[in-house]
């Protein structure tokens, strides 16, 4: 369905389950960013109603998501690190295409979202799969169904507002850049790591 190039090795649950701490803090600053692109479009494309409408929602599921991983921070006697540096976000947004038309950028800037979704959907169900603790295991599925939905939105809007841009073209470039991209990743305790 997400249309990945590259699943990730199971074995990488095994690295985030090895430090909690870290990859809950990562996960949650993940959330905030979800959460902050969303309103970024919602104030640049205002004049799509429906956009803002389903895009404010998924801002708020977003934080309602970073609170619900500060909660699991918190019952558990860890502390949420200082945000940091995505490298692998950063590789996408170098990605994007910032120099044609509005609607390009417009386009490019769903895009973007739709692939940082996907990916965390997918990691959210190798976590779900293969990390030993039951609580967490539970917790990211019900995450994954979610980034799922949102994965879908944002590919959706990009089909409906696409003036001058080949979603379904521009959506396989990414495909393949992303799918090169990760094989660099997933040694770490980060989502994207």
């Known amino acids: 369905m997400l249309g ?12 985030a389950e ?5 990859i809950l ?9 979800a959460a902050s692109n969303a309103i970024t479009l919602i104030t640049q494309n205002s004049e799509h109603q429906d956009l803002v409408e389903e895009l404010t929602a998924i801002a708020i599921e977003e934080m309602q998501h ?14 949420l690190s200082r945000e940091r540096k995505d490298d692998y976000v950063g590789r996408l947004v170098k990605f994007s295409k910032k120099d044609g ?3 390009q950028a417009f386009i490019d ?17 190798v976590l779900s799969l293969n990390i030993k603790d039951a609580e967490l295991a539970k917790f990211y599925h019900e995450l994954m169904v979610s980034e799922a939905g949102h994965y879908t939105a944002f590919l959706n809007f990009a089909r409906k507002y ?6 379904d073209k521009r959506w396989k470039e990414w495909l393949d850049f ?16």
């Open 4 to 15: 990945l190039k590259l699943l990730t090795d199971p074995r990488w649950a095994d690295i």
């Open 18 to 22: 090895s430090n909690l701490e870290e």
């Open 25 to 33: 803090s990562d996960h949650a600053w993940c959330e905030q960013k």
């Open 66 to 79: 970073f609170q619900m991983v500060i909660d699991i921070i918190k019952q558990r006697g860890y502390t």
């Open 101 to 103: 038309s509005r609607n």
């Open 109 to 125: 800037r769903l895009l973007f979202a739709a692939m940082i979704e996907a990916r965390s959907c997918e990691r959210f169900r």
């Open 162 to 167: 696409s003036i001058d841009v080949d979603v």
């Open 178 to 193: 992303e799918g090169e991209l990760i094989q660099s990743f997933g040694t770490k305790e980060a989502i994207h790591g």
